[in-house]
C-alpha cells in the first residue's frame, strides 16, 4: 500500500540554524501538507501547496518557513532560523482527489 | 473559523468492552468532512474514519462507526470489542470541502485512550 514517508525521523540542530525536513508524498497525489504538533498538544496546520504554490498558511507559518516541491517526488519544508519553540513533531499528508489526507509517520525536530 | 472540542482529556475501557469518544464543531459552514484520526505511541497519525456531513448514514469500518448528529454539531466515535491495539491518542478532525477550498484539517485536542487487559 502506498504511503508518505518522512525523513529523518528525528532532527537535532542549534538555535539559529537552518533545517530541512523532507517528506515524499503518495505518489499521485496532489496536495501536500504540512503540520505540527508541540508534544502533549493538538496537531496544528502549517501550510497547504497545490499545483507548485502554496494555497494556504497559518499565521505559525511565518517568514522563517518555506515550503518547496524540487522535483515530481519530494515535498520540503526549511526553517531558516530555527528557535527553542520550534521543537515539535512536524507531519506531512498528501491527498488526492478524495478528501482523505494520509500522514507521514513524522520528524521529531528538537532545538537546543 | 471552525472549531473542533474534545472535552474528555482521557478514557479507559476494559478490554472487549465498547467505548464511546465524544467530539462536537463549530462551523457556518454547510459542505465539510469529518474524520477520527488514531494517534499510537508512535505518533503516526493513522486515520480511522471519515464522515461526509452530506450523508445521513454514520460510517462504519469494522469494528469502528461515528454517532453524526448533525444539528447538534456531534461527531462521536464508538469502538466495539476494544482491543489493546487500540490504546492511542484520537483526534477529530474537521475539513471544509467546496471547491476551491484548499482543504486543511482543524483538529480538536484528542483523547487519550487506555484499553485495559
Known amino acids: 500500500e502506498p504511503e508518505v514517508t518522512q525523513t529523518p525521523s528525528h532532527q537535532v540542530t542549534q538555535m539559529g540554524q537552518e533545517v530541512i525536513l523532507r517528506c515524499v508524498p503518495i505518489?499521485?497525489?496532489?496536495?501536500f501538507y504540512w503540520y505540527r504538533q508541540i508534544l502533549g498538544q493538538k496537531v496544528e496546520f502549517l501550510v497547504s501547496?497545490?499545483?507548485?504554490?502554496?494555497?494556504?498558511k497559518s499565521e505559525i507559518f511565518d517568514d522563517q518557513f518555506s515550503v518547496e516541491r524540487p522535483d515530481g517526488s519530494n515535498f520540503t519544508l526549511k526553517i531558516r532560523s530555527t528557535k527553542l519553540e520550534d521543537s515539535a513533531m512536524y507531519f506531512c499528508?498528501?491527498?488526492?482527489?478524495?478528501?482523505?489526507?494520509?500522514f507521514g509517520p513524522g520528524t521529531r525536530l528538537t532545538v537546543t | 473559523a471552525q472549531t473542533v472540542t474534545q472535552s474528555q482529556p482521557e478514557m479507559s475501557v476494559q478490554e472487549a468492552e465498547t467505548v464511546t469518544l465524544s467530539c462536537t464543531y463549530d462551523?457556518?459552514?454547510?459542505?465539510?468532512?469529518l474524520f477520527w484520526y488514531k494517534q499510537p505511541p508512535s505518533r503516526q497519525m493513522i486515520l480511522v474514519i471519515r464522515?461526509?456531513?452530506?450523508?445521513?448514514q454514520n460510517a462504519t469500518e469494522n469494528r469502528f462507526s461515528v454517532n453524526f448528529q448533525k444539528a447538534a454539531k456531534s461527531f462521536s466515535l464508538k469502538i466495539s470489542d476494544s482491543q489493546l491495539g487500540d490504546t492511542a491518542m484520537y483526534f477529530c478532525?474537521?475539513?471544509?470541502?467546496?471547491?476551491?477550498?484548499?482543504?486543511?484539517?482543524?483538529f480538536g485536542k484528542g483523547i487519550t485512550l487506555s484499553v485495559r487487559p
Open positions: 499528508a498528501s491527498r488526492g482527489l478524495t478528501y482523505e489526507q494520509y
Open positions: 478532525a474537521f475539513m471544509v470541502t467546496y471547491t476551491g477550498a484548499n482543504s486543511k484539517l482543524t
Open positions: 501547496f497545490y499545483n507548485n504554490e502554496i494555497s494556504e
Open positions: 464522515q461526509e456531513a452530506y450523508k445521513q
Open positions: 505518489s499521485n497525489h496532489l496536495y
Open positions: 462551523t457556518s459552514e454547510s459542505n465539510y468532512y
